[in-house]
């Protein structure tokens, strides 16, 4: 078992940290207070090359690792949830579906937009009544001649309004499972500017406030025979593998958070005064500060080793990551809520403010503990695995 | 190479649009001060075009022979001609020391140099001394005397280095601007003025000036000045910087500030230093009304010199200026402008 | 059209500095980045790479660790790295380094060489004129614009009031001002097929027409009498005066310290 790093990978990270700093950090206040999507950052990630990291080079993507991909995430994180989780949900949750369950023709059509950012991928799974159990899904998608007509609404898609191309779910059918009726569930790709295809409410969020979530609507959306992404009644499969791969995702942005509230409190105490000396010499600073080294470090061997699963699985189509990814989000993302929120409490009423990054940081935290799959849905996932 | 033939200090006067730049006063001045220490002269090489009548101006700054090298080739500066120009000078005066300004001319001119001449040369000088190599003495190691001892900063102002170049002629070095003295000037003081014209026979290493755009923007990057006078939330209003405007005039700064003052909307947001704004570096950083919140300081605390003029004598800007001075910015500010104005004149 | 661009690698200064005993700079213990004006030279090739097709070769002088830049530029899209490293090379001014490299391009064709200013560790900007002058052709320093024009270049040169626009027969040495350009980032895919790549590594015996009195510490002329790191800033003095006298111990300051 080796700890260390290629030089690649070390190579990778030094890249994504000057950019993060650079480019990313400079807006990452503007962004939590505009709520506005960072659309020029993401035009210049894109040029880098980070909106196609996992992406063979054959589709037009950077032919890199899981490894390099989430040190990315993290990276972008540490200065910015906004921008981590658009890259994010990007590769893992639109990307990488169609790379996985794509034909050809739909890899080759979509891919090479989607991997060189001139496009941007969405995914959209989550309604009113399901979120995590998606059998409870209404939307629905019935066959008429050549195409799919859709009907339905998703909620809290993130690069809502601003992605072009959707991983949507439907139900295309009931069918009998162990003697009982339930829904058949299919997976779509749907473009932006499809007729019926429209955005209702921006939502107002806690953190992560320039990530463009919004409702999308389908009224009557046809949408042509060969977008169906796999096979039909396979969509339930697709979007629980999918969502395997998007919590290493999430997982790095929580992580990435939790560091990058680290560094800043480090820095802080080392600065910041009080009774004639710095606070960092005070024992109980020390011992917060070491414990909460030692989870962020925790946090990044299990989403590493999440990452090295995953690109087992991609070599041999069998490794499965569906525990590693869930106990790395699960871990990373308490971890960032507890790092965060002690970040806040030794920045004392600094940390309170806007002008202190880690308040943000703390309300950042707080989503990756949610989405794509709740604490609790992550705890559900290892001990099933464990206990069938 | 007989290093004993080499005598004399040499400066290149340097001249734009027939226009004696400052630094070539400098340099005479300084090159005065080392000549008087090695018992020689001080010479000055004049190149340009029809630049003759500029030697008594270097006669009178302490000059006490002028090189005039005059040729059509040399009117507007370009490396090669110049070069030529100063090499030949050299091969032919076989100077002990020259120097050289490191001014954007300089520093091109400099290094093409002492590469045709084969010597060293020490870019950037802040400090020059007589004395010997090594500075003290090393068993087994000739200790040279009476040897050219450049200091200079390098690593972005990190570190000094002093360097010597014991075994070639000229010993070179580009000066930088406004660090050495000018002598005071002497109506009347004459120079032997010598022409020396190398001839000048255009070939593949002369480029062509296609035009000369002069500049350029008025508006100064706060993280090019050299000297910043930076105002914070103590200036009270956005009419008071207009003591801060005033100032910076009057010493040939430029203003900047802090965040307070931005969220304030005082002043836009270029001229904000700190973590959130720029970082600069000035030779002189004038905190005045400044607290000094660690996103300011991470800004501007590599700053050469750090003057702070605040109230309170707790703040925390006092932690890394140099000259801390607790008082009313209100005060001292404009009595200090009116100050400088008058050294400013006293000067010139 | 063929590019030659020669970088450094650089310690990054916002690190610390640390010396060897003799002075010489312990260049091992420190950060390390691309000279930033290198880079501005480097992008530039890149465009005209992207615009001409030129072919894009990038030249570094250093320990056996400077490949790190290399591949770092391949990474941005360079075509080929050429590491120059021998122990004799070591401790070397600007004279002996632009004698190396000279010796080192004149075993490739070009038709521009492209190098940064100045480095941020030395602040010289010497060794691109000088490496001009070994190769005897012309150099355009501080480029801030450039073109090309048929067998020539034509590079807008900044001074302090003005700037020139040039207009020279390649081959031309043109040295880069950081503020030339933006350099792109490295790809992360470019990253893992720049360490694929082959490094070229050239010792003193691949020179090409450079004496070993030319080479090295003991072929250059600049010597070390004295290197220190500055002292560190802490707090500095303190003063409660009146206004008067405020002003008169801020005007003997900034004279002592030639300010004014």
Redesign the interface.
Known sequence: MDFTLSKEHEMARTLFKEFAEKEVKPLAIEVDETEEFPRATVEKMAKAGFLGIPIPKEYGGQGCDVMTYVMCVEELAKVCGTTAVIVSAHTSLCCDPILTYGTEEQKQKYLPDLASGRKIGAFGLTEPGAGTDAQGQQTKAVLDGDEWVLNGSKIFITNGKEADVYVIFAITGMVEKRGRMTKEISAFIVEKGTPGFSFGTKEKKMGIRGSSTYELIFTDCRIPKENMLGQQGKGFNIAMHTLDGGRIGIAAQALGIGEGALDRTIAYVKERKQFGRAIGAFQNTQFQIADMATKAQAAQLLVYKAAMTKDQYTKDHKTSYSVEAAQAKLYAAEMAMEVTTKAVQLHGGYGYTREYEVERMMRDAKITEIYEGTSEVQRMVISSNLLK | MNLEEYKGVFVFAQQ?DNKVSSIALELIGEGKRLAEKLATQVTAILAGSEVKGLADELAAYGADKVIVVDDPELK?????PY?HALASVIQKYKPEILLVGA???G??L???V???V???????CTSLEIGD???NPVPGKEQKHNQL?MTR????????????????RPQMATVRP??M?KLPKNEGAKAEIEEFNPGFTPD?????????????TDTVDIMDAK?LVSGGRGVGSPENFKLLDDLAAA?GGTVSCSRAVVDAGWKSKELQVGQ?GKTVRP??YFAIGISGA??HLAGM?ESD???A?NKD?TAPI???????????LN??VP??TE??KA??AA?N | MKVVVCVKQVPDTKGGVKFNPDGTLDRAAMLTIMNPDDKAGLEAALRLKDKYGAEVTVVTMGLPKAEEVLREALAMGADKGILVTDRVLGGADTWATSQTIAGAIRNLEYDLIITGRQAIDGDTAQVGPQISEHLGIPVISYAQNIEIEGDSVIVERQYDDRYHVLKAKMPCLITALAELNEPRYMTPGGIFDAYKAEITTWGRADLKDVDDSNLGLKGSPTQIARASDKVRKGQGEKVTLDPSESVAYIIDKLKTRHVI
């Open positions: 734009v507007e500066y370009r490396t090669e070069a001014t954007a001319i520093r091109d400099g290094p093409r002492s590469a045709r084969h010597t060293g040369l020490t870019a950037d190599f090594p500075i001892l900063p390098a690593f972005g102002g990190n570190t000094i280095a002093t360097i010597a170049c014991p075994d070639f406004g660090v003295q593949n290493k002369y480029v062509e000036i296609v035009k000369v755009v002069k500049n350029l000297i010493i959130t030779n002189v660690i996103q605390e010199i750090i003057i003029i004598e006092f932690d890394v200026a140099d000259y801390g001075i607790v008082g009313d005060k001292i009595m200090l100050q400088i050294e400013m000067k």
